[in-house]
């Protein structure tokens, strides 16, 4: 622990960084401003957040100093993202309205928000009047986007929506029910990190990578994506894997799986042996499709083929970094090598490590998929703060370099090589260190045990 003298010290210098990164989400988030400084908040929001992780690692602060700054700092810049409404994205206008046709005792595959049988549902927050109206329906104007198909998003999400919609003001409040359900999420995965650092007997300062990270306030708390939800199942269900629960598990990863459906990833960490945990984990995503099958049949699949041609993974081009090497051709090579490398995980999990192997395989994913939302990064922050791996911290916020590029005036190609290419540049090199220190770690147990009579593998 440091002495009494330098913990206040550091103390101070960690809350005012808090204080200046919560004033630049506030300032980003303000709709007062015609033009969002989006460069002016994301560089310095970002670069302040890398130095207060590496400020509270070297504070060496108590275990029980470290989770209350944690959770003040993390607290207080959720709280600041919240003031405002979403600012980026008006996904959660499709949440509520999904949450509203369920409410009323329809299933949410059923129809598109724009469908006339729904008309009698309509209320002002979906489906203001406005003159000029940007989206106009069938009589009359809507905010939720891409209003003539029906929803993408799986079963649990959709409870998730109808839960915050329900608990709060009799079914309506605007946008706050869904950020502050983002709100509680982000603070509930915090606390669980905190709690896996201190059952594992390691510091919690990687807790700050996620914590403390403006992508997480802005994009959860903000903009309420529900990758929130994603995040705190898949954690939890790493740490039942490690602790040997795993049917446990297997059902918080099928949790996350049923509500952005890319955790399914997550799944190279059952292994050769981990049948539980795929057997779980399908068996829960089945459960919670049934009762929507049963209702509409295959209308459950929504707008998810349509979705991927529109974002152009049909023709290959938004597998960025891939397209701009072997071009069309990304668009069977991409999925290709994704899966060559879930199998490799797959094949070499550890049972004592699932958290790394989670983390290699959606960090894979990011840099072959090259998605540009920036809600993306927010699972890879959260497997980078459970597996303390903060060199994964710039592929994780690839997404909203790209997400940005049109704002900064940036093509995509030269934004994903900035962010993806260079993130991962930075992964390959700072593992490649982590190796050598290691060996020689090892070389040196092995060269104190010459001499004893006892092989040099004991000494490891």
Same mark, same amino acid.
């Given at each position: 622990?440091?002495?009494?003298?330098?913990?206040? &010290?550091?103390?101070?210098?960690?809350?005012?960084? !808090?204080?200046?990164?919560?004033?630049?989400?506030?300032?980003?988030?303000?709709?007062?401003?015609?033009?969002?400084?989006?460069?002016?908040?994301?560089?310095?929001?970002?670069?302040?957040?890398?130095?207060?992780?590496?400020?509270?690692?070297?504070?060496?602060?108590?275990?029980?100093?470290?989770?209350?700054?944690?959770?003040?700092?993390?607290?207080? *810049?959720?709280?600041?993202?919240?003031?405002?409404?979403?600012?980026?994205? $008006?996904? $959660?206008?499709?949440?509520?309205?999904?949450?509203? +046709?369920?409410?009323?005792?329809?299933?949410?595959?059923?129809?598109?928000?724009?469908?006339?049988?729904?008309?009698?549902?309509?209320?002002?927050?979906?489906?203001?009047?406005?003159?000029?109206?940007?989206?106009?329906?069938?009589?009359?104007?809507?905010?939720?986007?891409?209003?003539?198909?029906?929803?993408?998003?799986?079963?649990?999400?959709?409870?998730?929506?109808?839960?915050?919609?329900?608990?709060?003001?009799?079914?309506?409040?605007? /946008?706050?029910?869904?950020? +502050?359900?983002? *709100?509680?999420?982000?603070?509930?995965?915090?606390?669980?990190?905190?709690?896996?650092?201190?059952?594992?007997?390691?510091?919690?300062?990687?807790?700050?990578?996620?914590?403390?990270?403006?992508?997480?306030?802005?994009?959860?708390?903000?903009?309420?994506?529900?990758?929130?939800?994603?995040?705190?199942?898949? +954690?939890?269900?790493?740490?039942?894997?490690?602790?040997?629960?795993?049917?446990?598990?297997?059902?918080?990863?099928?949790?996350?799986?049923?509500?952005?459906?890319?955790?399914?990833?997550?799944?190279?960490?059952?292994?050769?042996?981990?049948?539980?945990?795929?057997?779980?984990?399908?068996? !829960?995503?089945?459960?919670?499709?049934?009762?929507?099958?049963?209702?509409?049949?295959?209308?459950?699949?929504?707008? !998810?083929?349509?979705?991927?041609?529109?974002?152009?993974?049909?023709?290959?081009?938004?597998?960025?970094?891939?397209?701009?090497?072997?071009?069309?051709?990304?668009?069977?090579?991409?999925?290709?090598?994704?899966?060559?490398? !879930?199998?490799?995980?797959?094949?070499?999990?550890?049972?004592?490590?699932?958290?790394?192997?989670?983390? /290699?395989?959606?960090?894979?994913?990011?840099?072959?998929?090259?998605?540009?939302?920036?809600?993306?990064?927010?699972?890879?922050?959260?497997?980078?703060?459970?597996?303390?791996?903060?060199?994964?911290?710039?592929?994780?916020?690839?997404?909203?370099?790209?997400?940005?590029?049109? $704002?900064?005036?940036?093509?995509? &190609?030269?934004?994903?090589?900035?962010?993806?290419?260079?993130?991962? +540049?930075?992964?390959?090199?700072?593992?490649?260190?982590?190796? /050598?220190?290691?060996?020689?770690?090892?070389?040196?147990?092995?060269?104190?045990?010459?001499?004893?009579?006892?092989?040099?593998?004991?000494?490891?």
């Amino acid at each position: 622990m440091a002495s009494p003298r330098s913990s206040p &010290r550091a103390v101070s210098a960690l809350i005012a960084l !808090l204080a200046i990164q919560a004033a630049l989400i506030v300032a980003f988030t303000n709709p007062l401003h015609a033009f969002r400084p989006v460069i002016a908040f994301q560089i310095p929001g970002f670069a302040l957040s890398l130095v207060a992780v590496l400020l509270v690692k070297k504070a060496r602060l108590s275990h029980r100093a470290t989770s209350w700054l944690l959770l003040g700092g993390c607290l207080a *810049l959720q709280v600041a993202a919240l003031l405002a409404p979403p600012v980026s994205s $008006d996904d $959660d206008y499709r949440y509520a309205w999904d949450a509203t +046709v369920q409410l009323h005792g329809i299933d949410p595959y059923r129809y598109a928000p724009n469908d006339p049988a729904l008309t009698g549902l309509r209320n002002p927050f979906e489906f203001p009047q406005r003159d000029p109206c940007s989206r106009p329906v069938p009589g009359g104007c809507t905010l939720i986007n891409r209003s003539s198909v029906h929803t993408i998003y799986p079963p649990v999400a959709e409870g998730a929506f109808t839960l915050a919609r329900l608990v709060s003001f009799g079914g309506r409040g605007g /946008h706050r029910p869904m950020q +502050v359900a983002a *709100l509680l999420g982000v603070l509930a995965t915090t606390a669980l990190l905190i709690k896996a650092a201190a059952d594992r007997h390691r510091p919690g300062w990687p807790v700050a990578i996620w914590a403390w990270s403006p992508i997480v306030a802005v994009e959860a708390s903000n903009n309420a994506h529900i990758e929130w939800l994603a995040v705190l199942t898949s +954690v939890a269900g790493l740490v039942a894997l490690r602790s040997g629960r795993q049917f446990g598990a297997g059902l918080l990863i099928g949790a996350a799986i049923a509500t952005k459906l890319y955790p399914g990833l997550l799944l190279v960490t059952a292994g050769r042996r981990g049948w539980r945990i795929i057997v779980a984990a399908l068996g !829960l995503l089945a459960l919670g499709y049934l009762p929507h099958v049963l209702a509409v049949g295959p209308a459950v699949i929504g707008y !998810l083929p349509g979705y991927l041609r529109e974002e152009d993974y049909a023709s290959g081009s938004r597998y960025v970094l891939l397209n701009s090497i072997v071009g069309e051709s990304a668009s069977w090579l991409a999925p290709l090598i994704l899966v060559a490398i !879930l199998a490799v995980l797959w094949w070499r999990a550890e049972p004592m490590r699932p958290e790394l192997t989670a983390l /290699h395989a959606m960090g894979a994913y990011l840099l072959i998929i090259t998605p540009h939302y920036a809600w993306y990064g927010l699972i890879l922050i959260g497997l980078a703060a459970l597996v303390a791996r903060p060199e994964w911290l710039l592929v994780a916020a690839a997404p909203s370099l790209l997400y940005m590029a049109t $704002d900064i005036h940036l093509h995509d &190609r030269p934004a994903a090589w900035l962010g993806f290419g260079l993130g991962g +540049v930075l992964v390959l090199a700072v593992s490649a260190r982590r190796r /050598h220190a290691m060996r020689r770690v090892l070389a040196g147990s092995s060269g104190a045990f010459e001499g004893t009579g006892l092989p040099s593998h004991q000494s490891a």
